[in-house]
């Protein structure tokens, strides 16, 4: 019996251990699939390639960004051009250093949360390519005073600016959207103080 009691000890030692192993490889995988989620970095801005047959094109991928970030329009890794299309899922959320950023007009859509809980960005200027502004995309921005809407954004998905409390102005020029002080268009209006909705000879009007 106590042979036998022995032996059971013995091998739920050797099942802890296996397990201790094998937990702490998948830690390891874990750990190294984050520290590596985009696909290259040039002059540090982080870019995962989403690039078809037809076109060489990347999204701006997840990273801690700080200060003044100007996104190019295109960039060139291993000998190929790429053409920035898109600002990826997540890829400025919780960046607080971040004061400033410039879009490229080679963008076309900007990700779901891809800038929220940026508290330190204070204006955006959304280019004129940019269709689509994902939901949550500049969510808890609470420092953000002036946002341009550019001419073709077609869709602002829910939330996207909810918790800007400091939102005054909101130029917007797109041809596809009415902004009001309410809470459609991903709640852009709701908390700013002036809208200013298209543009006529006279300059903007409301």
């Known amino acids: 019996f106590l042979k036998v009691l022995r032996g059971c000890r013995t091998n739920r030692l050797f099942i802890m251990k296996k397990l201790r192993l094998l937990f702490s490889a998948l830690a390891l995988l874990l750990c190294s699939t984050s520290a590596s989620a985009y696909d290259f970095k040039v002059d540090g801005i982080n870019y995962n390639n989403t690039s078809t047959s037809l076109k060489l094109t990347v999204s701006v991928a997840s990273g801690e960004y700080s200060g003044s970030v100007t996104i190019p329009d295109s960039v060139t890794y291993n000998g190929n051009m790429y053409s920035v299309e898109s600002i990826g899922y997540s890829a400025f959320n919780g960046c607080d250093g971040l004061t400033e950023v410039t879009i490229p007009n080679s963008v076309t859509s900007i990700g779901d949360y891809a800038f929220s809980d940026c508290d330190g960005l204070t204006e955006v200027t959304i280019p004129n390519n940019v269709e689509s502004i994902g939901k949550y995309a500049f ?34 020029l797109s041809y596809y959207l009415d902004i009001k002080n309410d809470r459609e268009n991903g709640q852009v209006g709701s908390n700013a103080k002036i809208i200013l909705n298209g543009e006529s000879e006279g300059g903007y009007y409301f």
């Not at 969510?139 to 869709?155: A, K, Q």
């Not at 602002?156 to 600016?161: H, K, L, Q």
């Open 139 to 172: 969510h808890g921005c609470s420092y953000l005073i002036d946002v341009v809407i550019g001419e073709n954004v077609r869709t602002i998905a829910e939330r996207a600016f909810e918790g800007c409390t400091r939102l005054i102005y909101v130029i917007n």
